[in-house]
């Protein structure tokens, strides 16, 4: 430096002409002394702190780690290389990083993204062992020397202590340490220590990356600890928390570069601060003097309201299942259903009124029970699921072997179903369902009616399902099909002709006219039929009514189409068929249209439609132009039923599933 600023600013000669008084003159040498004096001092300075904030380069290595640099160093290393924070050890030829009283190996350090990959000594070598030290993810993630980014998706694998065997798959016995009197187990799931199984204690958990499976194996779980975990380092980052400031990305690429966000308060900052805070004070007192005279009693009014109106729906139910207990089903506490559904582990479906979980009963046999979660589920639609079915064994109808009343937590248990619904197969890709011959089909359509045959005819009161379509439809383990879901389905005496409905029920695309206009005449038992009629259509077409897909435009409502192929005497285009099959689908078709006739007194009854499905083609004739005619009044109607959006949208009470999706 001494060099520099001789050469710089020719010192000697500055001296000499100092001395010989050429330069300056007698009166000024004292100020001229003292600047030349400050200006060598601060050069000086500026030197000295300049080589202390440029970072010493050094680079070292230990094992098959190389290249050991900054911000990096050994303990072995000179001082002023790397930076002390960063501190590693070398020990049998093996790069160890302590951290947060732990030990871990140094696997591999990444310049370039900054990040550092470390395992737990204990979890190196060999397929078993428990963690060196504990170390959870925040306790990781707080740590201001790695506040670098991190891509590498990131889980706890927590070690748990259980004075018996548990059975759980989200746990996996570590066999090193398990025995007669205690079983460790580890696990990934993440469950907090308050959630832990009742005879187990939490031991210690280590980050490890995610596998991305579920349920992994104990090979599997052994594999990712063994891996380690990843650091991300960032000593800009580390500088800008230690100054109380905020360090986010300042880039989506690698390597990241970061920017600190001061947190200082401007001036005006902090007098708009001082203002806000003495509004916030003065609406907090506002609000407390509120708290404790006005929110108190309009909560108490609120918990009173809602207290009166759960009692009246659960002692509504109540007394009816205690009127009728004479001949209900069984009934299951809550508790039971919790054990036969081994605590709703096998989820079968969920639908609008809460999931259906596979169960099985003491004698082996399977079960689907519906647990009711949702509120607009009211005590009615219980009462009729449970009255319905309760009394009714036939084939053709899904029976209900138990439900379960306690307080809001309901339960409806059935016969389970292990071919699903009807909807599921005929209008199912390729590949994801039953793909039925025509005698099937056949087979199962006259199953159907039979079995609304026994609802309408074969009980005391004529019950109207009011929701009958191929998803409420379900099949057992031999095809055979049973009417389902009766959350909607009415009463009335066998002597009437008609049936009195305040609301609209059903799903659009099955809804008869009748129940969306009283144009269209009564609501009776023939709002099922016409139900069945376009389910009868949906199963010959193989497909949905209406389908906006459709390559010919002609074909995007399949009854209009099909009416026009039967009258002009054309074929349905039925690819490799035989001749019998050709009459079957005639037979369904044809038997469709009479169902969905506009006119309720032009439909047959049920009873016929059963005799119709059992008789011979040659008995059939056409039947009228349906609704699809060029009437302003008919055409309205099929745009109900044509809607296109065709979801399985429900009015009034409509469960969206029963259990029909067991697949």
């Known amino acids: 430096m001494w060099d520099f600023l001789y050469d710089y600013f020719d010192l000697e000669h500055i001296f000499q002409s100092w001395r010989e008084g050429t330069m300056w003159r007698e009166e000024s040498s004292n100020f001229s002394t003292f600047f030349l004096f400050s200006l060598l001092s601060f050069l000086f300075v500026t030197e000295t ?25 050994l303990k072995s290393d000179p001082a002023g290389c790397g930076d002390p924070d960063y501190e590693l050890s070398c020990q049998s030829n093996k790069t160890i990083m302590e951290f947060h009283s732990g030990k871990y190996y140094v696997e591999k350090i990444s310049y370039s993204e900054q990040i550092i990959r470390i395992v737990d000594v204990n979890l190196a070598s060999g397929s078993c062992g428990l963690p060196y030290k504990s170390l959870s993810v925040d306790v990781m993630l707080n740590d201001i020397r790695y506040g670098g980014q991190v891509d590498t998706p990131m889980k706890t694998a927590s070690f748990v202590n259980c004075s018996r065997n548990i059975s759980d ?76 400031d905020l360090c986010f990305p300042s880039t989506n690429s690698k390597p990241y570069t970061y920017n600190c966000y001061k947190t200082g308060y401007s001036f005006i900052t902090s007098i708009l601060s001082i203002i806000f805070s003495s509004l916030v004070t003065f609406l907090l007192a506002v609000g407390l003097i509120s708290r404790f005279i006005f929110i108190p009693i309009v909560l108490i009014v609120f918990l009173i309201h809602k207290y009166r109106a759960t009692r009246k729906t659960v002692n509504n139910v ?45 004698d082996g046999s399977s079960i689907a029970v519906k647990v ?40 409806l248990v059935y016969e389970y ?14 590949g994801t369902g039953e793909s039925f011959s025509w005698e099937k089909l056949h087979e199962i359509a006259l199953g159907t009616a039979r079995g609304i045959e026994y609802l309408h005819n074969g009980c005391d009161m004529c019950i109207l399902h009011f929701d009958i379509k191929p998803h409420n439809i379900l099949l057992d383990c031999n095809f055979i099909p049973k009417v389902a879901d009766f959350g909607l389905a009415k009463f009335y005496p066998k002597e009437k002709d008609f049936v009195c ?59 209009s189409w099909v009416y026009d192929q039967l009258t002009n005497g054309e074929d349905l285009e039925l690819p490799d068929v035989s001749e019998i099959e050709v009459v079957i689908a005639r037979k369904l078709c044809i038997i469709g249209l009479w169902c969905i006739q506009v006119k309720a007194a032009h439909r047959p009854s049920i009873t016929k439609v059963v005799e119709m499905l059992e008789g011979s083609i040659d008995d059939l004739q056409m039947p009228p132009t349906p609704f699809f005619s060029s009437s302003p009044q008919h055409n309205s109607i099929r745009e109900i039923q044509s809607d296109s959006s065709t979801e399985w949208l429900r009015s009034e009470s409509i469960e969206e599933c029963s259990y029909s999706h067991q697949s």
Not at 335 to 360: C, M, P, W
Not at 380 to 388: A, C, R
């Open 417 to 430: 179903m292990p071919n699903g619904s009807l909807d599921r197969h005929i209008f199912s890709k390729k």
């Open 169 to 244: 798959r989200h746990y996996r016995k570590v066999p090193c340490f398990s025995g007669d009197q205690s079983v460790v187990y580890v696990s990934t799931a993440g469950y907090a220590i308050s959630l832990l199984p009742e005879p187990c204690f939490f031991i210690s958990m280590v980050p490890t990356l995610d596998s991305g499976v579920d349920y992994p194996s104990y090979e599997t779980t052994w594999n990712l600890l063994k891996s380690g975990f990843d650091l991300g380092w960032s000593v800009q980052c580390r500088d800008c928390f230690a100054a109380g």
């Open 501 to 559: 409905v305040s609301a609209l029920r059903g799903t659009i695309g099955y809804i008869a006219p009748e129940l969306t206009s009283k144009n269209f005449g009564a609501v009776s038992c023939k709002s099922d039929v016409y139900s069945f009629g376009m389910l009868l259509l949906e199963m010959a077409g193989g497909r949905r009514n209406s389908y906006a897909k459709a390559t010919c435009s002609s074909k995007a409502y399949f009854p």
């Open 49 to 73: 702190q300049a080589r202390n904030l440029q970072p010493v380069i050094c680079s070292s290595s230990c094992g098959d780690i190389k290249n050991i640099s900054y911000p990096f160093r």
């Open 372 to 411: 009711l979660e949702n509120s607009s589920f009211t005590g009615e639609e219980f009462i009729n699921e449970v009255s319905t079915i309760g009394r009714i064994h036939h084939v053709n109808v899904v029976r209900l072997l138990g439900f379960c009343s306690e307080g809001s937590k309901r339960s």
């Open 318 to 362: 109540e007394e009816f299942l205690h009127k009728q207990q004479s001949w209900m089903p069984k009934r299951f506490s809550y508790i039971e259903i919790i054990a036969i559904t081994n605590h709703f582990r096998d989820k079968l479906g969920q639908g609008g009124f809460g999931s259906v979980y596979k169960g099985q009963l003491s």
